[in-house]
């Protein structure tokens, strides 16, 4: 398929790029703040697994305190306890996300794809492998983000990733793209109730 081989990329470069140019003054205040309002590093760097399941380091702003454990978000009972009041506003508002930016600049990830998930989301990384999912570059956002976010459990998840690798297409990826601008207005998903 053509779209998938070569224009999904093209693309993905044609909006990294200069988003990156662009937003390149507030990233830098963003992180400013961080470090400011918060001990430990600006970014959060954590291995992920992309394309074909190959570990990549996943670039997010930092949004909770050195004391939080590591395990997915889904696992925790109370997250908000761990995120810093900044953090809070990164997370509602997904600008913790945008160091992303580098990781599709450098090949790792797509705007729109399955969500690069670490270890601590064996289950649905093992399901991911088992239906093909893990066959594209993972995105920003995609069909699990507009669906309920952090609100489905793994096995949807996998359904998701399996739907979006069977049903990719440039008009898909824009609808999800649209889906994406209303999720994040309102701010729906981001901590499980």
Do not use: C
């Not at 306890?81 to 990830?109: A, H, V």
């Amino acid at each position: 398929m053509v779209y998938r081989k070569f224009v999904k990329r093209l693309l993905d470069l044609l909006l990294a790029i200069p988003m990156l140019i662009i937003l390149l003054i507030p990233l830098i205040i963003v992180g400013i703040i961080i470090k400011l309002t918060s001990e430990g590093p600006v970014l959060f760097i954590q291995e992920r697994y992309g394309k074909n399941s190959k570990p990549f380091a996943l670039y997010k702003f930092r949004s909770m305190t050195n004391k939080a454990p590591v395990k997915a978000n889904s696992d925790f009972d109370d997250i908000t306890s761990y995120i810093t009041p900044f953090g809070m506003f990164i997370r509602k508002t997904s600008i913790d996300e945008l160091p992303q930016l580098w990781n599709i600049i450098k090949g790792d990830m797509s705007f729109i794809g399955p969500r690069p998930l670490a270890n601590t989301d064996n289950t649905v990384l093992v399901l991911r492998k088992q239906n093909g999912a893990d066959k594209v570059r993972p995105g920003i956002t995609g069909l699990a983000q507009v669906n309920g976010r952090n609100l489905v459990n793994d096995e949807q998840k996998a359904r998701f990733d399996t739907k979006y690798v069977t049903t990719q297409s440039f008009t898909h990826d824009i609808k999800i793209l649209y889906e994406t601008f209303f999720a994040v207005a309102k701010r729906e998903g981001i901590f499980k109730k």
